[in-house]
């Protein structure tokens, strides 16, 4: 789908090891789309702080109450003074059916952590690449390992089509366009952390 020249595969890598660890572990996945930017004359400082610090708190939320949840965000600044973020949250498909509640979660927390009204900073992605409207939001279910014959080929049928949609909803966040402006030492993007597989060192 992507030129080596056109996407970043660190990106793409950290993407994919959530992804699969989410489905590893979750027999239902949703995988939820958003935006997150700052008002208008913001005194940004030019880190990710503010954007680590919702992602956090958000992630913790959800931890409390047991939900599983993974996060991956990419930081995107062209000509504008503040950099604005593009995220893909993976939370447990069972527990969260609809990704509305997340959404409006993030923009509290979002709100709280800029001192600003947070309406209309959080976009919800649901629009097509073509402007039209669509979701944001991909459900992946894993296909049961009782299934078989051809219950079990239209189980991975469905589950090849969302795992595409969700690769093509992601696609945004590897793109090489608009990123390579952060300051020195300022990463351009973060995730949660994976617990590491015995012998190997934990991921960021």
């Keep these: 789908m992507f030129s080596q020249r056109s996407h970043r595969q660190d990106i ?14 979750h027999s239902k996945v ?5 935006d997150v930017r700052y008002p208008q004359g913001y005194p940004h400082d030019g880190t ?5 610090k919702l992602m956090k708190l ?11 949840m993974h996060y991956v965000w990419v930081r995107e600044q062209a000509t504008s003074e503040v950099p604005h973020y ?4 993976l939370v447990n498909g069972d527990r969260v059916r609809s990704p509305y509640g997340i959404l409006k979660k993030m923009e509290d927390v979002w709100g709280r952590v800029i001192g600003s009204d947070p309406s209309g900073l959080v976009d919800h992605c649901n629009h097509a690449h073509d402007g039209k409207p ?8 894993r296909p049961s390992s009782k299934a078989q014959g051809e219950e079990r080929t239209r189980q991975e049928e469905r589950f090849n089509a969302a795992r595409a949609e969700l690769d093509d909803r992601a696609s945004y966040l590897i793109k090489t366009h608009t990123k390579g402006g952060a300051p020195k030492r300022v990463r351009e993007f973060g995730a949660s952390q994976l617990k590491p597989k015995r ?6």
């Design 12 to 25: 793409m890598d950290c993407i994919n090891a959530r992804v699969e660890h989410m489905i590893d572990n």
């Design 58 to 68: 958000v992630k913790e939320s959800h931890t409390e109450r047991k939900v599983g």
């Design 134 to 141: 669509g979701i944001g939001h991909v459900p992946l279910k």
């Design 199 to 204: 012998g190997e060192a934990p991921q960021d």
């Design 86 to 89: 593009h995220a893909l949250l």
């Design 48 to 52: 990710n702080g503010d954007v680590s």
């Design 30 to 34: 949703l995988a939820i789309r958003c």
